[in-house]
Nanobody, 122 residues
Framework: QVQLQESGGGLVQAGGSLRLSCATS????????MAWFRQAPGKGRDFVAA????????NYADSVKGRFTISGDNAKNTVYLQMNSLKPEDTAVYYC???????????????WGQGTQVTVSS
């Protein structure tokens, strides 16, 4: 079983920044591609960003390109999502996910964290 623990959510004003963290085991970090999804109130869960297990490639949803950056820290077995220039429409619960393939589809990911709330005020 793969454990994913998110942290770093909170309340921020529009234009501000937050960094989300997703900590896991060394084995999981080195084996699985990692991704961030988000779910706004009353909506489905949407892809945000993903990074391959090697860290060699990353992809982003169009809505966050140029504002969000996904990265990994080998020493800490942690994946980060740096979020800059936040907008009220970024308000959502953000979930970390792990799977053997990276991509934009929820079904690619077998393991999920419990989520962390991000609220952006206008």
């Amino acid at each position: 079983q793969v454990q994913l623990q998110e942290s770093g959510g909170g309340l921020v004003q529009a234009g501000g920044s937050l960094r989300l963290s997703c900590a896991t085991s060394r084995r999981a970090f080195n084996t699985y591609s990692m991704a961030w999804f988000r779910q706004a109130p009353g909506k489905g869960r949407d892809f945000v960003a993903a990074i391959s297990a090697s860290g060699g490639s990353a992809n982003y949803a169009d809505s966050v390109k140029g504002r969000f950056t996904i990265s990994g820290d080998n020493a800490k077995n942690t994946v980060y999502l740096q979020m800059n220039s936040l907008k009220p429409e970024d308000t959502a619960v953000y979930y970390c996910a792990a799977g053997l393939s990276s991509g934009e589809l929820e079904g690619l990911y077998d393991y999920w964290g419990q989520g962390t709330q991000v609220t952006v005020s206008s």
